[in-house]
């Protein structure tokens, strides 16, 4: 199954929880109407309380697209012109995704969190995706032994689908309450893992406002 992400920025002059509306009532079922070989769907909105990354930028990030397509793929025309459509900014990638921990509980509405991130200068495809995933392996066992309802999914980005503002090679994306870290200097780093990444300031925090999954309805 392929994977695909769109990060979103609103038009300038329109609010966020309207923005949402139009994400929730239109660009969904559109998406989900116009794309043969849809897997699934899912459309996460920037929590208010959180500034977008990038906020005096016109790539700051407002909202989160992932797109699940079978092996027929999904044209994605029609789907990046649905979003431009109602946005000032679409950037999209291709990627690979890894579950790393699938533990999430029953909360009604968890939190999401999506850190985009790039690896460091000098260094190759294939030392970021080693250390990368030693970095996951830490904090799954992190989240057993902490009993935490908790997803977290690494995407290794393997080609741009839309022109890019950003330059990154993956994104980790977390769902509901992770694990505490340990305090250290670094308590993101986990043993083992030689540094990797380079910081960046491309979080968003958010909550999902539209969701669809083809396999679950075709199960009915």
């Not at 789907?79 to 699938?102: C, F, I, N």
Request: aromatic share 8%; glycine share 8%; with cysteine.
């Amino acid at each position: 199954m392929g994977k695909y992400v769109f990060v979103l920025t609103r038009p300038a002059e329109q609010e966020l929880p309207d923005f949402g509306d139009v994400l929730r009532s239109e660009s969904g079922p559109a998406i989900r109407d116009d794309a043969p070989g849809l897997a699934g769907l899912r459309i996460v909105l920037r929590e208010p309380a959180t500034a977008a990354p990038d906020a005096d930028a016109v790539d700051g990030a407002d909202a989160v697209v992932e797109l699940w397509v079978g092996p027929d793929h999904v044209p994605l025309d029609s789907t990046t012109k649905r979003l431009e459509s109602s946005t000032s900014s679409v950037q999209g990638w291709r990627v690979s995704e890894e579950v790393v921990v699938d533990a999430l509980g029953q909360d009604p509405r968890p939190v999401d969190m999506f850190a985009f991130i790039q690896r460091l200068d000098g260094t190759s495809p294939e030392f970021f995706a080693t250390n990368w995933r030693i970095h996951g392996t830490g904090a799954a066992t992190l989240a057993r032994e902490q009993s935490c309802s908790w997803r977290y999914l690494q995407n290794r980005v393997l080609e741009p689908v839309t022109p890019t503002r950003w330059v990154i090679d993956g994104y980790g994306s977390f769902r509901g309450e992770g694990p505490s870290l340990p305090e250290s200097d670094d308590p993101a780093h986990m043993p083992g893992e030689e540094p990797f990444w380079r910081v960046t300031s491309r979080l968003m925090l958010g909550r999902e406002l539209y969701a669809h999954d083809q396999t679950r309805r075709d199960a009915q």
